[in-house]
T-cell receptor, first 111, second 114 residues
Framework: QKEVEQNSGPLSVPEGAIASLNCTYS??????FFWYRQYSGKSPELIMS????GDKEDGRFTAQLNKASQYVSLLIRDSQPSDSATYLC???????????FGRGTSLIVHP | DAGVTQSPTHLIKTRGQHVTLRCSPI?????VSWYQQVLGQGPQFIFQ???????GRGNFPDRFSARQFPNYSSELNVNALLLGDSALYLC?????????????FGSGTRLTVV
């Protein structure tokens, strides 16, 4: 069974700090990885995708992938209260095309 | 340009009833996926359709069924509703549903079974 594991949190960081969100996955065949942000009562919104080992930066967000360790992370620099949300990690393989989602990590950015 | 449209937004049903949820993908997107999200959990995969063909089915009972129409819109049907079916049902649209593409989700249908 393909699993994506995330610490449910909450992760609490002060405004302006770096928030680090982590995710591990069980399927070594996973090739594509995604981070979604979900505000309370809303649907998930895609914020980052990563396919190769290393870092990928987009504005204040950096996704990191280590396939050998089966580990994906999301760094949010200069965290803002508006970043307070649940962050979902998802992984999919070339074979199934179906992303498996983790349960999400709740992030709270306090002023 | 319209995003992913789901209807209805909220629904209250009684145990044993049937429900139909609807989804229209982004224009040009040919793949629709359905997910169930229970409070505090991540989305759980139910079905994926691409070009009107079922591409995948999650670990849900046969009470759950779906189809995709020629215009790529989709319906999710749930028969004999149980209290445990209460959840947010999400429709996700993607160009092809391929592993390399992220999803665009609709706003969801909040189903409450009483």
């Amino acid at each position: 069974q393909k699993e994506v594991e995330q610490n449910s949190g909450p992760l609490s960081v002060p405004e302006g700090a770096i928030a680090s969100l982590n995710c591990t996955y069980s399927d070594r065949g996973s090739q594509s990885f995604f981070w979604y942000r979900q505000y309370s009562g809303k649907s998930p919104e895609l914020i980052m995708s990563i396919y190769s080992n290393g870092d990928k930066e987009d504005g204040r967000f950096t996704a990191q992938l280590n396939k050998a360790s089966q580990y994906v992370s999301l760094l949010i620099r200069d965290s803002q209260p508006s970043d307070s949300a649940t962050y979902l990690c998802a992984a999919s393989s070339g074979g199934s095309y179906i992303p498996t989602f983790g349960r999400g990590t709740s992030l709270i950015v306090h002023p | 340009d319209a995003g992913v449209t789901q209807s209805p937004t909220h629904l209250i049903k009684t145990r044993g009833q049937h429900v139909t949820l609807r989804c229209s993908p982004i224009s040009g997107h040919k793949s629709v996926s359905w997910y169930q999200q229970v409070l505090g959990q991540g989305p759980q995969f139910i079905f994926q359709y691409y070009e009107k063909e079922e591409r995948g089915r999650g670990n849900f009972p046969d009470r759950f069924s779906a189809r995709q129409f020629p215009n790529y819109s989709s319906e999710l049907n749930v028969n004999a509703l149980l209290l445990g079916d209460s959840a947010l049902y999400l429709c996700a649209s993607s160009l092809t549903g391929g592993a390399g593409y992220g999803y665009t989700f609709g706003s969801g249908t909040r189903l409450t079974v009483v």
